[in-house]
């Protein structure tokens, strides 16, 4: 898997919400989307995961333009989960996964797709929960059930848009590792949008900056996220941590307005 | 020496049985309901003004078949018939010399018109719920309802006069067509004024109560400025009721509601995807804006189809569903079927009520089937979280 983002734009109502973004991602790697709210992070997944089109530029998987792809292979190749997530009163955890199998399904549901739910939820340690209604759960077990349909969508290119924000500092942290194991062992791709610095830091191969629908830094996330760039794009004075365990960034106040 | 301390060891729930024990109650119940219909439609047939034993509605259903397979092989395939003839066992004509016209000719057509008004709304209400990813949407809350008896009323104001002189239809018809295409017209509407700010649910729901609140300016408006006679038969209309069935109607019916249930079955998978939202289902591969547009269409063509026959019938498309997502959780693939069939159910019960409680006086089926559906569904809503009955 390769995915190539060229020069990508999107316009709304006249105004520019992404401009000129380029990077790309090869397998087995992740990329840390960081910025401010409202800095288009969001919107570039989006973009990516086919939900909106952009205005200029190209996307491209493997070489091919993600416009010209059938949504449906499409869908086995790309899965999202959004940063806020919709389901209904009587729907149970696993129907919900299942729904990550939607484009292998055409009528009944084989033992194999049913299998792959049950790896999902394994994975993320939600098999026991499989037969709850989702309105039971708490808000982090409910973001651990969309990741899990992401997982059964089996795609090469994961999609999350703040998949950590509702999640406890314990359960951030299997997230994170339960996905980088992911990503190793299928060799697929992933971009996360998130907020939390630190996560970008520890998780990320490559982190991309983004100030108000610009790139403002791309790069390894020490390299990038320094003191400086924080300071110009938050906003947020902070420093640096080295010990045993790795680096550690600190944000401690917000800047004196300029 | 037995083993009488055997560990128990708690049976391992896995995705697998969940979803096979979730799949054969979802279809026993699906059985239950086709099973109770056709009881009730076998009741309704026999009670009324001129009660009639089982077995003489039985025969008079039978018989009458039998006649008309008879005249239908002589008239087109004598050879056949001749054949046909010559079968030794015969369905006797029913005791009661009466029955083979009351319940054929007047009876039948009714029960069949409730089944399949109950049907197509409960079917739209379970789409349109689904599609807009809202409890509270129905054909009632789209407008479809207001638009339709705007339809209806104009053509009952227009009157016989003008109307029948110009054109071949009776008055009756003119009535079914007018609020037919009102009411597949108040979509339309709703869909275009919608599409201006991008086709989400919000703007949908939004756009189809204003086109409702239109529609019942316009009715309004002919209620008060029509005369007491015409005034009358309107109030009946917007009522609703098994007035009008036929067996044209009814023999219209079946296929237009058989297509558009098969459809609107067809995209059950789609609809499960969209309950995880417009964006998720976009990533799934969906065409979230088309599924709308023709989900919407076929359901709203459905329901005015019916409705057109048999007047204003509220609470069916809301609730149906409804009913149904507390027993058999929200898989659309049984929902759809399930919800039909409940809706037919219900409004079956309540019609044959309807008509038999203050024989031989008939009153509006809504009266009973408010009363009667309204009262089920709080005690479902009162036993506990409203989930897990089943």
Known sequence: MELVIDAVGKDYDQKRVLDDISFSLGNAEIVALVGPNGSGKSTLIKTIAGVHTQSTGTIRIDGNDIRTVDPIDLAKVIGYVPQHFTYTLYSTVFETVLLGRRQHIKWSVSDEELSRVQHSLDALEMGHMAGN????????????????????????LFLFDEPTSALDIRYQIEVMETMREITWERGAGMIIAVHDLNLAYRYADT??????????????????????????VYGVDSFVIENEFGKFLVPFRANAAP | MEEIHKPLTPKKVTVHSLYKEGSTRRIALIIGLSLLVIMAAVISAGIGTVPISPMDTILAIGHSCAVMLQNFLHTYLPSIGAWYDTIPVSIPAPSNPQAELIVVGFRLPRIFLAILTGISLAVAGAVMQGLLRNPLVSPFTLGLSSAASFGAALAIV??????????????????????????????????WISRSRGTTQSTLILAGVVIGYLFTAGVMALKYTTNNEKLRELMVWLMGGMWGASWSAVLLLIPLVVICFYLLERKAWDLNALSAGDDVAKNLGINVERLRLSGLMISTFAASCCLAFTGIIGFI??????????????DHRYLIPCAGLMGA?????SDTVARTIMSPVEI??????????????????????????Y
């Not at chain 2, 159910?345 to 019960?349: E, T």
């Open chain 1, 133 to 156: 209604y989702m309105d039971q759960l708490s808000g982090g077990e409910r973001q651990k059930v969309f990741i899990a349909r992401a997982l059964a969508q089996d795609p090469e």
């Open chain 1, 207 to 232: 982190v991309v900056v983004l100030n108000g629908g610009k790139m403002a830094g791309y790069g390894k996330p020490q390299e990038i996220l320094t003191p400086t760039c924080i300071s110009k």
């Open chain 2, 158 to 191: 227009l009157g016989p006069g003008i109307l029948v002189s110009y054109f071949l239809l009776s008055y009756d018809m003119w009535i079914v067509v007018f609020a037919f295409l009102f009411g597949w017209l108040s979509m339309l509407l709703v869909y």
């Open chain 2, 317 to 330: 498309g809301l609730m149906g569903p409804h009913i149904c997502r507390m027993f058999i959780g929200s």
């Open chain 2, 345 to 349: 159910a219900i409004l079956l019960i």
């Open chain 2, 364 to 389: 509006p089926v809504g009266i009973i089937m408010y009363a009667i559906g309204g009262v089920f569904f709080l005690f479902l809503i009162m036993r506990g979280r409203g989930r897990g009955l």
